[in-house]
């Protein structure tokens, strides 16, 4: 007879991970008929506090590893005077399979009435999030109806928001041409283009004489392509009148 060898199979046991210290503390006090709610309760804000600050953390390192994974994104968008751009579909189609990589996610939320009012928020799996917003009139240039207007200002909200809550530097600051680069002067930044036109709209400041006062050519569009060096000259003389002086 030939001998069998059996084989005795063990189940390796899962893995437990270990138990928070800090809510093993809380459990312990809130069985306790005896304990002090007082104290209970200044170990749930410090709770609150620790958790947060691990998100904060966790929320940091995972947008540094998306950052440095977020692709060339294509200047695709066709601005005033030929100016490229990149456009909303681009930056989000292009970031989003990376954001989500790492755990995070980009979301846009508006409100609307007498201004619109866009904010981009930036939220990663352990809790912790990021909000930029910023503030526009309607845009009615052109022969937009009323809805029109609505959406042309969010998609322009969304794309500046985007990039500055992501990081991007797009548009304003490259350019395929080498020596254009070279000529061109250099721009106002989306902050001080939404600095502006606050201040023109406040004074109820004619867009186009404006515009020409500072060699521009009128027109909307032609504000995001404003001097640089003439911001600051410009601010002054929308503040002064704000002011009401000359």
């Known amino acids: 007879m030939s001998e069998q060898t059996s084989i005795v199979k063990f189940k390796s046991p899962e893995a ?12 312990r006090i809130a069985m306790d008929p005896n304990s002090d709610l007082e104290k209970l309760e200044r170990i749930l804000a410090m709770k609150e506090r620790h958790d947060a600050t691990t998100a904060k953390a966790a929320f940091a390192a995972a ?3 998306a950052s440095a994974s977020f692709p060339i994104i294509p200047l695709n968008g066709i601005g005033h005077n030929s100016k490229k751009y990149a456009t909303l579909k681009d930056i989000t189609r292009l970031t989003r399979p990376v954001l989500s990589e790492h755990g995070l996610a980009l979301t846009f939320s508006i409100e609307t009435g007498n201004s619109i009012v866009v904010t981009a928020e930036l939220m990663h799996k352990d809790g912790h999030s990021k909000t930029t917003s910023i503030t526009l009139p309607a845009d009615n240039s052109g022969s937009k109806n009323a809805v029109q207007a609505v959406g042309s200002s969010q998609t322009y909200g969304q794309r500046y928001t985007a990039q500055a809550i992501l990081g991007l530097s797009l548009g304003d600051d490259i350019d395929d041409d080498a020596n254009s680069t070279a000529q061109r002067t250099e721009t106002i930044s989306g902050d001080q283009f939404f600095e502006l ?3 023109i ?18 027109g909307e569009t032609q504000l995001e392509e404003f001097p640089a060096n003439q911001f600051e000259k410009a601010k002054a003389q929308l503040i002064r009148k704000k002011g009401g002086t000359k």
């Open 16 to 27: 437990v991970l270990p138990a928070d210290p800090m809510i093993s503390m809380v459990e």
């Open 201 to 218: 709209d406040e004074t109820d400041t004619d867009l186009d004489k404006f515009i020409l006062a500072y060699g521009g050519v009128p």
């Open 63 to 65: 947008f540094a590893r």
């Open 197 to 199: 036109k606050g201040l």
